[in-house]
């Protein structure tokens, strides 16, 4: 069946991608703003607008391919239709007869979206620089590309402390909104299809998060133990953290940090609606770690990252990460490890974890703090694979301060 098109929802995906690209705004952002500035448009016209967006941004440098484009920005927005009507081409839409399309053609766009000789980079829409990184960093970089271009999957996090598996499943069955387990991962579901769910009462009474299987890992990964001190030192909005607190039944101390305020104030309401008792909060100065030297018994840093094995959830990121960028984590990641590992007691467990598919960040940032602090062994480290999990890509690693 030939799939027609509707005007208004193609200019929304257009001009979500002039933003996304010329004003170097967020695709998640630009995405909500346009679907909350029509409320009349109902969920296909929603999933139109979001996945042919993300889409065509995930799939830019393979469409560029396609219609054999080689500028490296546009500046028109005579681009951008082509880019659209290129991609919805692909689709299988009947190309209207708008003046927009009139350059394109059709059987030459697909003829070159179905040959097979093309690159790694271009297959897989990378820009060259992160291909080759990958190819240097990643192991087995063609099956994590792969993974990393494929559409991302909604998780939830059961809360624990306010509701079980059984409760929060009928609850979204009700809603007419399909479930599955996921194995390996003791709190965690996986939604059949994308869904909204922050409007749901059971979601609003803090009975489940929405976070990724991955992510519950590193939380689970620290193996933290109730009436313990706890000091998750990049908490963030704190998804780790409020994981944290429910592994501990509500019961001890644990101190969220992290170097933005605004964060942490979100990270009390979510406490708040999460039934957590045992966080607070505190802003990093320069004071701040000293005040804790030697006291915590567990340590997370959930360290700023490339944000590489998030890509299916950011593919904007491929375009506007820089290598430079990734420089500048590097060496903050090793200044957190140096500098925040002080607040381990002796005996103490620390997990360092990224959401980064590089071996500088991650597997190489612990080796390299290693040489230089006897104080530490490291216990075991693990990577949690997209190819292999279906989840984002992670990092962790278990480290214990023997003296
Ligand atoms: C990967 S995110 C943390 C995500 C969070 N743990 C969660 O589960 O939602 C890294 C966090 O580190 C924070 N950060 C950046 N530089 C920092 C520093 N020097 N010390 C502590 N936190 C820092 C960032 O603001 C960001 O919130």
Redesign the pocket.
Known sequence: MVKKLHRPLVEAVLTNLIQIFNENRKADQVIIRTLKSNPKWGSRDRNFIAENTYDIIRWWRLLKYCLVINERKFSEEARFWEMVGGWLCIQGYDLPAWPEFKNLDPVKILALYESENKTRKVRESVPDWLDELGEAEVPNWDDEIHALNQDSKVYIRVNTLKSNKAEVISALEKEEIEIEEVPDVENALRLKKRRKLDHLKSYRKGHFEIQDAG?QQ?AEYLDVKPDSFVI??????????LYLAALMNNSGKIVS????GR?LKELKSRASRNGVEIITTDL?RESTLDKYQGKADYL?L????SGTGVLRRNPDAKWKLKPSFIDQVRQ?QA??LDD?TAMLKPGGTLVYA??SVLRSENEDQVKNFLSQHVEFELLDEKRVSPAETGFDGFYMAKLKRVK
Do not use: F, N, Q, R
């Not at 998750?232 to 953290?241: F, I, R, T, V």
């Open positions: 992510s590193i998750d030192a990049c908490a963030g909005a704190g998804g780790k953290s940090m992290d170097v933005e964060k990093i997370l959930d360290v700023p990252c903050i200044s957190i925040y990224t959401c």
